[in-house]
């Protein structure tokens, strides 16, 4: 089968995947196709911001320079932020079209680490000419009409299909985004499924789970968060929040699905079926989008054993649990005391709790959720659970 990666060297991530890739392609068997496209030529197509971390909340910038750090280490690849990011890449993206396929991956080797590794300028002509040099490609090819064109026609040819950013995999008529999806990449291409983290005999931690149930990627988090517990000793508090709240105060808008491009949403519907698969679990969007789910969390802040319930009857069942009657119905069905609980969410003490639990979120420096909070360290998102795993077993 055949593998294509579509990337610019001006993105981190994708100099991620750039030292990934290779590596998948050998253990599958797959043919590895390097697509080099213009980002800036894929965001104009969207409408998207060229920069669009400029546009990212304060709390959104930390975290994701943050994990960065967290990707690289974990993979074992060297990386610095380029104090000069992002540069202007088109004439370095001009020189990989130019090249022979015989030396295409080497040569984005090269300027990928000198980037992302020695921090160097790829703006400057003579930075590049000292790169190209030695893979015998001419300097004289970021001028050459044919090259701008072909690299043109490459990102529209990208952009029209749906992509939207890098880095990207497709396999047939499928497409991966985002350098934390190679191992769907590979499930896909016929490699191995989820594995069961190791066991870790290390004196229990505390790991807490911010959440709320409005989030469906929350909701796969919190289908997976007691397996991690249990292999790794750790002891989670699950504390949910009001995630509306949250984006008011650090700036965001409220229900971010609504503000990406259609082909953006396209790709996180998919996304999330993809991850409810890998791990193993039902997934579909509730009838009513968004949730209020203020009364819910006041009653998971009661009866913590409630959280699941709520969570299915959202997720899997598909029901509106913001709506009292519905509540009512799930609660009662699971046994438990519904009107008891209903009643509880009108007592000043857990509506306080849940405003303590979203200010406790802020201040940890959460910009959404699921968050996961381990001493000083945090992650968001449910696809970084390899990260939380792993500093678990450290």
């Known amino acids: ?48 911001d060229q920069v669009p971390a400029e546009s990212w909340a304060e709390a959104k910038v930390g ?11 974990h993979h074992g690849l060297a990386f610095t932020l380029n104090p000069r990011h992002p540069q202007r890449t088109v004439a370095a993206m001009r020189l990989i079209v130019a090249a022979p396929w015989t030396v295409r991956a080497s040569l984005s080797h090269d300027l990928f680490r000198a980037y992302h590794v020695d ?24 001028e050459d009409a044919s090259i701008k064109q072909t690299l043109r ?12 950013g890098v880095p990207v995999f497709e396999v047939g008529r499928r497409r991966w985004w985002g350098q934390d999806r190679l191992h769907l990449v590979e499930q896909a291409l016929g490699g191995p499924g989820r594995a069961e983290p190791a066991a870790a005999p290390h004196k229990a931690r505390r790991l807490t789970f911010f959440h709320d ?3 469906p990627f929350s909701y796969l988090a919190s289908t997976q968060i007691d397996r991690i517990a249990a292999a790794t000793g750790a002891r989670v508090r699950w504390r949910p929040i009001l995630l509306g709240a949250l984006f008011r105060e650090i700036g965001t808008p409220d229900v971010p699905l609504f503000s990406m491009t259609e082909a953006k949403r396209s790709f996180v519907g998919q996304d999330l ?5 890998w791990w193993g679990e039902p997934f579909r969007f509730p009838d009513t989008f968004p949730l209020r789910t203020v009364t819910a969390l006041r009653i998971a802040l009661q009866d913590p054993t409630t959280t699941r319930h709520l969570y299915r009857a959202a997720w899997v069942d598909g029901k ?9 119905q799930v609660l009662t069905n699971a046994g438990f005391d519904a009107d008891g609980l209903l009643a509880g969410t009108q007592e000043q003490a857990i509506k306080q709790a849940l405003k303590d639990n979203t200010t406790a979120a802020i201040d940890a420096g959460a910009c959404g959720v699921p968050t996961f909070v381990l ?10 659970m390899n990260l939380v795993t792993a500093a678990l077993q450290a």
């Open 375 to 384: 001493g000083k360290q945090l992650w968001w998102g449910q696809d970084r």
């Open 1 to 48: 089968m055949r593998l294509r990666f579509y990337y610019d060297v001006v993105c981190p991530y994708a100099y991620l995947a750039s030292e990934r890739v290779e590596a998948v392609a050998a253990r599958t068997g797959a043919e590895l196709e390097w697509c080099p496209v213009l980002l800036g030529g894929l965001y104009q197509h969207h409408g998207t």
């Open 213 to 215: 149930f409005s989030s």
């Open 119 to 142: 921090g160097q300028d790829l703006s400057d002509h003579d930075v590049l000419a000292r790169i190209a040099g030695p893979h015998g490609v001419d300097m004289g090819a970021i």
């Open 63 to 73: 975290i994701g320079a943050r994990d960065l750090a967290q990707q690289a280490a």
């Open 153 to 164: 026609g490459l990102t529209a040819a990208a952009a029209k299909a749906g992509t939207f």
């Open 320 to 328: 509106d649990i913001g709506a009292a009657d519905v509540l009512a």
């Open 273 to 277: 079926q993809d991850w409810a698969q």
